[in-house]
């Protein structure tokens, strides 16, 4: 009897740890539900009370992941950047990486160029670093100038990327010519864009277009009073067409 008793406090005790566990799961599921519907102090309030200790090292990393998107939806970018910068060495290195890159982005947001690069560093300054991982850091140092204003900087930081990857996407050639945009270049600028047929991207051709001249007015307005009837479900654009 005393032997059943102890086997049946052993089922028990896991069966407990399994209902509680499926709970945190569930309430881990909750959190984007919630910042989705706009109840993102709710959502910080579950990750305050059942992120777990670090110990419980997988569970805890799921839950650290939902605390950075309440920071976002919070716009909380100073909180977020001390965060990050305040993460255990002994953390997996690609844990570590992702939230260095988050910190990066909340520097940005807060339009703090210099900031953003001192995360960006550590992850270029790790050999082991994967090459993804490496490829988007130098994207957002590039970002990082620009937001400094430093477009000499930004646009040796493009040559240089574009010539180690190879890199020909339409969002790459609409960076470069925003670059140049900025740098008061507008005829390199729509050279870039020749081959890019996004809304984005024949944006910037009108605007190199206007500054450099290079078409008639009647064209230009022909050109952006198309491009304005076709993104009427970009509000952005839209209003910049």
């Not at 909750?30 to 910042?35: A, D, F, G, S």
């Not at 419980?56 to 990050?84: K, S």
């Not at 990082?144 to 990857?165: G, P």
Request: a positive charge; glycine letters at 4%; one cysteine or more.
């Amino acid at each position: 009897m005393p032997t059943l008793s102890l086997r049946l406090m052993r089922f028990l005790l896991f069966f407990l740890c399994l209902v509680a566990a499926g709970a945190q799961a569930s309430d881990l599921e909750r959190v984007p539900v919630l910042i989705k519907g706009g109840a993102v102090g709710l959502a910080q309030s579950l990750v305050e009370r059942n992120q777990p200790s670090p110990r419980e090292l997988d569970l805890w990393i799921a839950w650290e992941r939902q605390r950075y998107a309440v920071y976002f939806a919070r716009r909380d970018w100073d909180g977020l950047a001390q965060r990050a910068a305040a993460l255990p060495l002994e953390l997996p290195a690609d844990f570590r990486r992702w939230a260095l890159t988050q910190g990066a982005w909340a520097r940005l947001s807060a339009g703090d160029g210099e900031g953003a690069r001192r995360f960006l560093r550590e992850i270029l300054w790790q050999t082991e670093s994967a090459p993804a991982a490496m490829s988007e850091a130098r994207q957002l140092v590039i970002r990082s100038y620009l937001v400094d204003d430093n477009l000499a900087d930004a646009q040796t930081a493009v040559l240089r990327y574009k010539q180690d990857y190879q890199a020909r996407s339409d969002g790459w050639q609409e960076l470069h010519a925003t670059i140049l945009l900025r740098a008061n270049q507008p005829r390199n600028a729509l050279e870039i864009l020749a081959g890019v047929h996004t809304h984005e991207g024949r944006l910037l051709a009108l605007l190199a277009a206007l500054q450099s001249r290079a078409y008639a007015a009647p064209s230009l307005l022909a050109q952006a009073q198309k491009l304005a009837n076709e993104t009427r479900n970009k509000p952005r654009l839209n209003y910049q067409a």
